[in-house]
């Protein structure tokens, strides 16, 4: 997701922050979105979980720190944060390896601690949902008002 000035920012077609369709290899494997070799290809869980190893690790935090790159230069935002399970599981470990591979694709303006671990680990999802559904809830009764 995308959050600016504390409230989300959800885009025109409510995609925005959709990173994981990003594509970092137009020729890898297929996507369930239909595309090739996007993000949420490389980066996922499933995929950390049939291979855990220090090499797997090593090529996940290069295709991250690429993606990252990509949101610093587009969006410019003060912090990436990694949520979910593959952050989760790999911790440390990951960030570490991000944040040293990073100037490989960041401008020079963007630092490798500009990228952090979420505090919220798996509960991000949940907390996120809970915070869309209870924003709704408000604009609805605040546009009530209105009528």
Partial sequence: GVVVDRKVYH????HAGEVGH??????????GCGKRGCAEVFLSYRRWQEGASEELLKEMAERLAHLCAITLSTLD???VVLGGP???ATGEKLLEEVRKRLPRYALKVHE????VLSPFGRDAALLGAGALAASRFVDSLAFEEVM
Avoid: K, S
């Fill in 11 to 14: 885009g025109a077609r409510f």
């Fill in 22 to 31: 990003i594509p970092l290899d137009p020729d890898g494997p297929p996507c």
């Fill in 77 to 79: 935002p003060g912090l």
């Fill in 86 to 88: 593959l952050a989760e």
């Fill in 112 to 115: 490798p601690d500009q990228v």
